[in-house]
């Protein structure tokens, strides 16, 4: 029953957030997970250096951006600004940066994954290299 209730209650959730259009939201490693699953058109953009990624891996199916890039703004201009975006960082101090540039640049959806990789892997959530 537990189960039931946190699974309806995060697609309420996903779905409101759905919603706000091009507003950034802040999702946690539960809701990043369950967007991810539930929405394949979701960009998910890692915009960790390339130093961090091979320390700790990805999260699967993400892309890798280095928000410290000369030509991050390049970069991130040609994703598709029709589908949602997800973007995470580390620990969280990058992510807000870039979603807000991005809700700027016109993207119609932008996700915060706000935990970060730090927050991914203390959850034991699965990461690729």
Same mark, same amino acid.
């Given at each position: 029953?537990?189960?039931?209730?946190?699974?309806?209650?995060?697609?309420?959730?996903?779905?409101?957030?759905?919603? $706000?259009?091009?507003?950034?939201?802040?999702? $946690?490693?539960?809701?990043?997970?369950? /967007?991810?699953?539930?929405?394949?058109? =979701?960009?998910?953009?890692?915009?960790?250096?390339?130093?961090?990624?091979?320390?700790?891996? /990805?999260?699967? !199916?993400?892309?890798?951006?280095?928000?410290?890039?000369?030509?991050?703004?390049?970069?991130?201009?040609?994703?598709?600004?029709?589908?949602? =975006?997800? =973007?995470?960082?580390?620990?969280?101090?990058?992510?807000?940066?870039?979603?807000?540039? /991005?809700?700027?640049? !016109?993207?119609?959806?932008?996700?915060?994954?706000?935990? !970060? /990789?730090?927050?991914?892997?203390?959850?034991?959530?699965?990461?690729?290299?």
């Amino acid at each position: 029953m537990k189960k039931l209730f946190y699974s309806v209650f995060t697609l309420i959730l996903l779905n409101s957030i759905a919603c $706000t259009g091009n507003a950034q939201s802040t999702l $946690t490693a539960d809701q990043t997970e369950a /967007m991810l699953k539930k929405d394949a058109t =979701v960009q998910l953009i890692d915009l960790r250096t390339p130093e961090e990624i091979n320390r700790t891996g /990805m999260i699967q !199916g993400a892309r890798a951006i280095n928000f410290y890039a000369p030509d991050f703004d390049a970069q991130i201009a040609r994703l598709d600004k029709n589908k949602p =975006v997800v =973007v995470y960082c580390a620990a969280g101090g990058r992510s807000p940066q870039a979603a807000a540039k /991005m809700s700027k640049m !016109g993207f119609a959806k932008v996700y915060d994954y706000s935990g !970060g /990789m730090n927050d991914w892997k203390s959850k034991g959530k699965k990461t690729v290299q």
